[in-house]
């Protein structure tokens, strides 16, 4: 059977992209809301000015985050009118896959100032969101194109190429 027979058919794999942004917006924003409701707050008042600016900047990168999940749906209906194209599948999963970078530097900057204030120590804050967001790129791009590299690999060799 050729790789052409084993994909799914185009409906199936843009209602799969269209679920995937589904399935991270919530989180993403849940946390844009409890982000923002936080600079509204004596707390955020009393942080140092960088810890501000680094808390508006993961707040701009949730907000970023938010608006590339969104856009399938919307590009789904008014640029494709709901028809399920391939140019459409292209487009919509260049905005998922790019999603989670601004969310990871989200979370990364937002753990680095509760580190920060916590433990009044910012090395130890700047360390551990690093290491978060490391780990963040690690799971959510470096390992899934590492696997779709072998597969690829392993797909061209069992042909003989």
Request: proline share 6%.
């Given at each position: 059977?050729?790789?052409?027979?084993?994909?799914?058919?185009?409906?199936?794999?843009?209602?799969?992209?269209?679920?995937?942004?589904?399935?991270?917006?919530?989180?993403?924003?849940?946390?844009?809301?409890?982000?923002?409701?936080?600079?509204?707050?004596?707390?955020?008042?009393?942080?140092?000015?960088?810890?501000?600016?680094?808390?508006?900047?993961?707040?701009?990168?949730?907000?970023?985050?938010?608006?590339?999940?969104?856009?399938?749906?919307?590009?789904?209906?008014?640029?494709?009118?709901?028809?399920?194209?391939?140019?459409?599948?292209?487009?919509?999963?260049?905005?998922?896959?790019?999603?989670?970078?601004?969310?990871?530097?989200?979370?990364?900057?937002?753990?680095?100032?509760?580190?920060?204030?916590?433990?009044?120590?910012?090395?130890?804050?700047?360390?551990?969101?690093?290491?978060?967001?490391?780990?963040?790129?690690?799971?959510?791009?470096?390992?899934?194109?590492?696997?779709?590299?072998?597969a690829v690999r392993g797909r061209l060799r069992s042909?003989?190429?």
């Amino acid at each position: 059977m050729s790789d052409q027979e084993r994909a799914p058919p185009l409906p199936q794999k843009i209602e799969q992209m269209l679920t995937e942004a589904r399935v991270i917006l919530p989180g993403a924003q849940a946390l844009f809301g409890f982000q923002f409701t936080m600079t509204l707050t004596r707390a955020f008042e009393q942080l140092p000015d960088d810890s501000k600016l680094i808390h508006i900047a993961a707040l701009c990168c949730l907000a970023l985050a938010v608006i590339l999940l969104m856009t399938p749906a919307a590009l789904h209906r008014l640029t494709y009118g709901g028809e399920d194209t391939a140019a459409f599948f292209v487009l919509g999963s260049a905005f998922v896959i790019a999603a989670p970078a601004p969310l990871a530097f989200a979370i990364g900057g937002d753990l680095y100032v509760a580190i920060s204030k916590a433990s009044d120590s910012p090395l130890l804050g700047v360390t551990l969101a690093a290491t978060l967001f490391v780990i963040l790129a690690a799971l959510w791009y470096a390992l899934p194109l590492t696997l779709r590299y072998c597969a690829v690999r392993g797909r061209l060799r069992s042909r003989g190429a």
